[in-house]
């Protein structure tokens, strides 16, 4: 019987995808839950993984645009496992363990001569207003050796992370421990600087494991296997891999055993442990964490804060991406997503509405010539609003790639305080994890905060007529101290206008060709 792979849903707002390669061709034997085709969406790349074992069909080609849904490959899971793919045979139980390989010695260190030398490692200054850290985790260790400007230390101010190096080659010695709270110049470490340097330790040799007529490398398993989809789900609903239980091709963890899970609350612990518990765990709050409750509450309290709402068509916006996002990405090298619509729209209306590009400094209100614009960015710490600067003056592609940038060191910890320091105007978009609608909190001191949110297919009137299009709500928080209602409202509605005349954006007189050059 012929199991049909289809493009599975990745994200609400997502209709479309492209498919990046082939892991797998046509003809090949697959295992189930083996990566067979790698595709792409307008945020990020992820796996297709194989419903069945079996030999694969596939049905549309690397570079093909294809939509949620769609089917790209069959799997015949009546074809005979070739006998190269064979797995262990059920009835063969017996298992011998293969002469146990000999270990290659580690290759010797070079003799290490002390010079006297000693450097301490002290920490940097980040920023004016920043003056202690939190010493997220050595990377590496007491005793070890370490080259000149190698990363030694990760460290967690209450803005970014950033990280320590080496001021020269030698062995570390570190004096305080991870999670410790310290000062700007404090010494963390030292560094006793050594003549020659360690050779590289040769790979170690893993000892074969014989089963029937297989023969595997035994390797260090992760703690935990999963497929992309389910570790989506695992990560969204922030599920305990340790409650689920994998039935997966080696083990992995499947779509269908977390839904199980999740379809069997409270049996276990959150922890996985004994059926019922009241323990509760203390963890210490971090500073990033401390600044976000700060600022937060500082707005509430401080701003006289108000929403409006209106609501966008996204069609012509996503008739554009459909027709012109291949040869936007071949012209830039980048995609063309939402955000940078949203961002020159925002531009456009800030330079028209210049209190909502404002902010209070005193008994002085302070204006912009420009739009700085902040972009929230959710990180497994915490929020942050790292900055585009110049909005107003950068094309499309250029925002596309900022927004590139920021999000991937955001995930990999390496904002600057720089990134994070500014900013006129921010946008938040809650759409990502499904929100429909929200009241976003101003990131002070700025005045104003746009929400984006999920696009739904809806009815709506147009010309007279009941249509289905995508619809999407957004929100402009703003402090009714120096934004009135009028300006609030016409800036929003001046987005909305932008955002439904794309084109309106597009500043030369050709907007097909402005679009590819901008």
């Not at 989506?232 to 779509?255: L, M």
């Not at 900013?423 to 990502?432: A, D, E, R, Y």
């Not at 990131?443 to 999407?472: C, D, E, F, T, Y």
């Not at 009714?480 to 500043?507: C, Q, T």
Request: aromatic content about 4%.
């Amino acid at each position: 019987m012929a199991v049909d792979i289809k493009v599975p849903a990745v994200g609400e707002s997502i209709s479309e995808v492209t498919l990046l390669k082939w892991v797998k061709k046509t003809g090949d034997y697959v295992e189930r839950d083996e990566v067979i085709a790698e595709l792409e969406s307008e945020k990020a790349t992820f796996e297709v993984n194989a419903e069945k074992a079996g030999v694969l069909t596939t049905s549309v080609s690397e570079g093909d645009a294809i939509n949620i849904g769609d089917v790209i490959a069959s799997i015949d899971d009546t074809a005979a496992r070739p006998a190269d793919a064979a797995g262990p045979d059920e009835n063969d139980t017996k298992e011998t363990e293969a002469p146990v390989a000999a270990v290659a010695p580690a290759q010797e260190e070079e003799p290490l001569k002390p010079t006297g030398k000693e450097v301490p490692v002290i920490i940097p200054t980040v920023g004016e207003s920043i003056s202690e850290v939190t010493l997220l985790k050595w990377v590496k260790k007491s005793g070890e050796y370490v080259a000149r400007d190698e990363v030694v230390a990760e460290l967690e101010s209450e803005k970014a992370t950033f990280e320590v190096n080496a001021e020269l080659a030698g062995i570390l010695e570190t004096t305080v421990a991870e999670g410790d709270t310290l000062k700007i110049g404090d010494t963390i470490a030292l560094i006793k600087e050594t003549t020659g340097k360690p050779a590289a330790p040769k790979a170690e040799t893993a000892a074969p494991k014989v089963q029937g007529n297989k023969t595997e490398v035994l390797k260090s398993a992760p703690a935990v296997k999963a497929t992309p989809v389910a570790s989506a789900i695992i990560a969204d609903k922030k599920v305990d891999p340790k409650t689920v239980k994998p039935s997966g091709f080696s083990g992995k963890i499947v779509k269908d055993d977390v839904l199980a899970a999740l379809a069997t609350p409270g049996k276990k612990a959150f922890d996985g442990g004994e059926l019922f518990t009241r323990n509760q765990r203390a963890e210490k709050m971090t500073n990033l964490r401390k600044t976000i409750s700060r600022r937060l509450v500082e707005a509430k309290n401080t701003t006289a804060m108000l929403t409006t709402f209106n609501e966008v068509d996204m069609q012509p916006i996503m008739d554009i991406r459909a027709k012109y996002k291949d040869k936007f990405k071949e012209v830039h090298g980048v995609g063309l997503g939402f955000m940078s619509f949203f961002a020159k729209a925002c531009a456009i209306a800030l330079g028209e509405w210049p209190s909502v590009n404002a902010y209070i400094d005193g008994d002085q209100v302070l204006y912009h010539d420009y739009a700085d614009i902040s972009i929230a960015v959710s990180t497994p710490r915490g929020l942050t609003v790292p900055v585009i600067r110049n909005v107003e003056s950068l094309g499309m592609a250029e925002i596309e790639k900022a927004v590139v940038d920021l999000a991937t060191k955001a995930k990999n910890s390496k904002l600057t305080a720089d990134d994070l320091t500014g900013g006129t105007f921010t946008i938040t978009n809650g759409g990502i994890f499904g929100s429909m609608l929200s009241t976003p909190i101003i990131n002070i001191p700025q005045s104003a905060i746009l929400g984006m949110h999920n696009i739904i297919q809806r009815p709506v009137a147009v010309n007279g007529q009941v249509v289905i299009r995508p619809m999407m709500y957004v929100a402009l928080s703003y402090d009714h101290r120096i934004i009135d209602g009028r300006e609030s409202v016409s800036f929003l509605v001046r987005v909305k206008e932008l955002l439904e005349n794309p084109a309106l954006l597009l500043v030369q007189k050709d907007p097909v060709k402005a679009l590819l050059e901008l």
